[in-house]
């Protein structure tokens, strides 16, 4: 194994330099369990902040199938053929125990991963969804020092991977594809609940007919729920991702988005939010870490679990006796 160095400057410069090779050695401490590489991460990330930002950061959900992929190299390719430097990241936390990663097959962005303006880089590992997101979160920060301006986030619709995904763009997308009979199924209610906005893709040949059917009851839908700004309501779209330009409409729609957030200032405060946000659950993550990690309450446990079994310690005692070893 190559030792990586624990100066924070050459992949400081190598970032804000654009140079991939650099970038890539920069994920790759971000990704190691080693506490050196891990300090020298840290460091790094401290460094490029100021330089993190300037970007239009979209999530994309939905259930497995649904198009994610294809979309995100549809939309990708168009907007890298229009000069922006579009990065794509996925939070997968499944990947590692399926052990392919939902962006691995990249043959299915052949044309956006050979684009000179593209990075794509596949779901790191990781033990929690926390850790997985976390990560992510500071891949992105890194392309957006390295000059991409457009970050895409794929994630599978299923577990809590949304809500993570959600909590670190600006815009959220749920797409979902015409079905039969219940056109909700399959999809929880809270992720339309965070969604900006929703496309139902497949929107092409045979399926044409179907989509449109889908889009009034999904419409319907969300005129249920009340909107969380008076800014925005999340609106109900179709797109194809076979045809050249098919996401467009899409992207139209998230550029509006921007352009009303930015001027409410709604843009800044998500944000500003996000971050607030992901400190804590950074915060709790790490608590539980170390309560883990403990010797002292590793010791303790037994003798304290069997107290509570045979009811000679209520067990809110003792867990404010395990706590205190902290
Ligand atoms: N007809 C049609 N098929 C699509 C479209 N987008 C994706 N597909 C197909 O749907 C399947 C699943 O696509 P994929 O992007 O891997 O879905 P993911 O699991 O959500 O990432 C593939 O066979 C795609 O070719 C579309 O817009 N129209
Ligand atoms: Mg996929």
Redesign the pocket.
């Known amino acids: 194994m190559r030792m990586i160095e624990t100066d924070p400057e050459p992949f400081v410069r190598g970032i804000i330099d654009g140079n991939r090779r650099m970038i890539a050695k920069t994920i790759t401490l971000i990704e190691s369990n080693l506490r050196a590489h891990q300090q020298t991460a840290i460091s790094v990330m401290e460094k490029i902040l100021p330089r993190t930002g300037n970007s239009i950061r979209l999530g994309v959900t939905?259930v497995?199938?649904?198009?994610?992929?294809?979309?995100i190299e549809n939309l990708g390719v168009y907007l890298a053929d229009k000069g922006h430097r579009v990065a794509v990241l996925a939070v997968d936390p499944s990947s590692q125990r399926s052990g392919g990663s939902?962006l691995g097959d990249k043959t299915?962005m052949e044309k956006l991963s050979a684009h000179a303006n593209a990075f794509i880089r596949p779901s790191p590992a990781g033990e929690t969804l926390g850790g997985v997101a976390a990560k992510t979160r500071e891949i992105m920060l890194i392309c957006e020092a390295a000059g991409f301006d457009v970050i895409l986030v794929?994630t599978v619709g299923v577990g809590q991977s949304e809500t993570s995904v959600a909590a670190m763009v600006d815009f959220f997308l749920v797409?979902m594809i015409a079905g039969a009979g219940d056109e909700l199924q399959g999809i929880k209610k809270g992720v339309l609940e965070l969604a900006d906005g929703i496309a139902i893709?497949?929107a092409?040949?045979e399926?044409l007919k179907a989509v449109e059917k889908t889009k009034g009851g999904l419409e319907a839908a969300m005129h249920l729920l009340r909107p969380e700004t008076p800014t925005w309501f999340t609106p109900v779209l179709t797109?194809?991702?076979?045809v050249e330009g098919?996401t467009k409409k899409v992207w139209e729609t998230v550029l509006d988005h921007h352009q009303k957030f930015k001027a409410s200032k709604e843009f800044l405060q998500r944000r500003k939010k996000q971050s607030l946000n992901w400190m804590w659950t950074l915060v709790e993550e790490g608590l539980k870490q170390r309560f883990k990690r403990n010797e002292k309450i590793n010791q303790a446990i037994p003798l304290i679990s069997r107290q509570v079994e045979d009811e000679r310690m209520t067990p809110a005692a003792a867990a404010e006796k395990l706590l205190s070893y902290l």
């Open positions: 939905g497995p199938g649904v198009g994610k992929s294809t979309f939902i299915r794929e797409l893709n497949k092409d040949g399926n797109c194809s991702s076979l098919g």
